[in-house]
């Protein structure tokens, strides 16, 4: 799972097409900060949950 995760968020984070991140998150930065979130051990599976995505 953490591997999906890292991988997931390492393409959103550097997205600059707005392709992965459009349909979720309002802007660039809020995309990036929820990449960040779910790529770190600490804070991937609450930011998973309130994203919806558990």
Do not use: I
């Amino acid at each position: 799972m953490q591997k999906r995760l890292n991988a997931a968020a390492s393409l959103a984070a550097r997205d600059e097409t707005g392709r992965f991140w459009t349909a979720r998150f309002p802007d660039a930065g809020a995309a990036r900060l929820a990449a960040h979130m779910l790529g770190h051990p600490d804070t991937a599976p609450d930011t998973a949950v309130a994203l919806g995505w558990r």
